[in-house]
């Protein structure tokens, strides 16, 4: 009764979220302890040592099942065990040797930095041996920088200065039809969110529509897609023996293609990708009707701001190119 118990607790978004608060603990409190080591360290190095522990324990468990004559569900319900009780204990040992080894990563780009240093030092001690023993009037005829006229004329050096920004217009706005299996998971994924988030996009953009462009002229056009959108959600992925928990965070995906007018040639392309934050994500789990299924973690109001700060990004990089 009582593995059944840990791995349907595990499998829970809250008991996700236990274990993920037990594993960064020791987390922050090395980083309070070796602050400076964690400003260039992150936390790559502390994945990998988890995975690491993790891959052991499901290797450790499988050959503890098979020794003593046990069956694989044996071994899935030690493998769960020892991930909640095991692991947290496992940090100890993961945490130093993660911070042993960015020290001596950190270690290596310092000497790298101090070779570097010492070759310009000696260099700038050669030229200044080479200043002393020369005269300064053949020191400043060799050093001197040679002095570029300008044209007579009015002629302009740099023609491309002149160029003028182009105009931008926006063309065609349109939403890609959901593709992935994670929609068969959502609740309430129609086409009327996406019209929702379609507006959201143009409202930010606030570019003039491409019928009041004029004929000719440096003017450029910009088609909008939603290409994808997920309002976020938990299940449990099933592989017969152990209950995995599947998490997805709310997510939008814009793309944006600028073409000229008069030629049909698309010129760039830009794609952005805006997901809400973990700790957002886990926050939006909590109430009540998320929890018994009735309600999505991403509302419409969050992908609204989602899709806002997409178009905001995307708006940037245009203007970048213009």
Request: hydrophobic share 50%; charged share 20%.
């Amino acid at each position: 009764m009582a593995p059944d118990f840990a791995v349907h607790y595990l499998s829970s978004p809250l008991g996700v979220g236990l274990l993920l608060s037990v594993l960064g603990i020791p987390t922050l409190l090395l980083r309070a302890m070796a602050w400076r080591w964690f400003q260039r360290l992150g936390l790559r190095l502390v994945v990998q040592g988890y995975c690491a522990a993790i891959a052991a324990m499901f290797v450790l468990s499988v050959s503890i099942a098979f020794a003593g004559g046990h069956s694989m569900e044996r071994a899935g319900y030690l493998f769960v065990l020892s991930l909640i009780f095991v692991l947290p204990f496992a940090s100890l040992v993961v945490m130093p040797l993660s911070v042993h080894q960015g020290q001596t990563n950190l270690d290596a780009t310092s000497h790298v930095f101090r070779r570097v240093a010492s070759s310009r030092l000696q260099s700038a001690s050669a030229i200044v041996r080479d200043r002393r023993r020369k005269p300064a009037e053949i020191w400043r005829r060799e050093h001197a920088r040679p002095v570029i006229k300008a044209p007579t004329g009015g002629m302009n050096m740099w023609p491309f200065t002149r160029r003028t920004p182009a105009t931008l217009y926006l063309g065609t706005v349109s939403a890609e039809s959901r593709r992935d299996f994670l929609k068969h998971l959502e609740a309430d994924s129609s086409g009327a969110l996406s019209t929702v988030l379609l507006s959201e996009l143009e409202s930010v953009l606030a570019l003039p529509p491409v019928s009041a462009a004029p004929h000719g002229g440096n003017a450029l056009k910009v088609d909008v897609t939603l290409e994808a959108f997920r309002k976020g959600g938990w299940d449990q992925l099933s592989l017969g023996l152990v209950d995995f928990p599947l998490i997805w965070r709310p997510m939008v995906t814009v793309c944006a293609r600028v073409s000229s007018l008069t030629a049909a040639k698309s010129q760039a392309q830009f794609r952005v990708i805006e997901r809400m934050s973990w700790g957002g994500f886990f926050s939006s789990l909590l109430p009540w009707k998320v929890q018994l299924g009735v309600a999505s973690p991403g509302s419409r109001v969050q992908l609204e701001e989602l899709a806002r700060a997409a178009g905001e990004r995307l708006k940037k990089k245009i203007q970048d190119l213009v």
